[in-house]
């Protein structure tokens, strides 16, 4: 019975990171099934989710990892994931996507995120992006793109009323638009 994994690698951005961590998962016959790969500013981030043969335990797998770990400098994490983390969640609501634009100031992922979890709203994917600012006469922008589930007792107009009252003390631009996900 196949066995399933979450790893978490990061380091320095560099080429090879991506075919390092894949190769060392293929050479024990494992599968990629989920994951979430990034540079973020000079570090490069994995996470992802594989199965592998019921003959590859943690031991084998933290073998393979480390000469990886040395020759690219990763802090690498390993997790099994029990049965019911093995469990893909069921889908809680309707997908919206949300985007926050404007002047970077501290609190906006803050304040955005508390304002959903408050009224129930699931995130389920965050990216944020803060360009480089020229000073005072050319302040930071920052960007903000959340996917979110609105469960389905909530109505769309209520959640929108609450992010356009944050986006006014934040001044900020924000929109919510329905996600065209499902497609996939």
């Known amino acids: 019975m196949?066995?399933?994994?979450i790893v978490t690698a990061l380091g320095q951005d560099r080429p090879g990171i991506v075919a390092g961590v894949t190769k060392v998962l293929y050479g024990l016959g494992c599968n990629l099934?989920?994951?979430a790969m990034r540079r973020l500013e000079g570090e490069f981030t994995i996470m992802l989710i594989f199965s592998?043969?019921?003959r590859v335990n943690e031991a084998a797998l933290r073998t393979r990892f480390e000469p990886l770990a040395r020759q690219f400098k990763l802090s690498i994490h390993l997790k099994r994931l029990s049965a019911t983390e093995s469990r893909a969640p069921?889908?809680?609501g309707r997908t919206y996507l949300i985007s926050v634009y404007g002047a970077d100031r501290p609190g906006i992922v803050f304040r955005v995120s508390d304002a959903l979890a408050r009224i129930g709203v699931n995130i389920t994917d965050v990216h944020t992006h803060r360009s480089a600012g020229g000073g005072r006469a050319?302040?930071?922008?920052?960007?903000?793109?959340?996917?979110?589930?609105?469960?389905k007792r909530l109505a769309i107009s209520s959640v929108e009323e609450q992010l356009k009252?944050?986006?006014?003390?934040l001044h900020v631009e924000l929109s919510l638009r329905p996600s065209e996900t499902d497609i996939l």
């Open 2 to 5: 196949a066995q399933r994994w």
């Open 33 to 35: 099934e989920d994951s």
């Open 52 to 54: 592998s043969p019921a």
């Open 90 to 92: 069921r889908k809680q």
């Open 138 to 151: 050319a302040p930071s922008l920052y960007l903000l793109l959340l996917e979110v589930e609105i469960p």
């Open 165 to 169: 009252r944050i986006a006014k003390q």
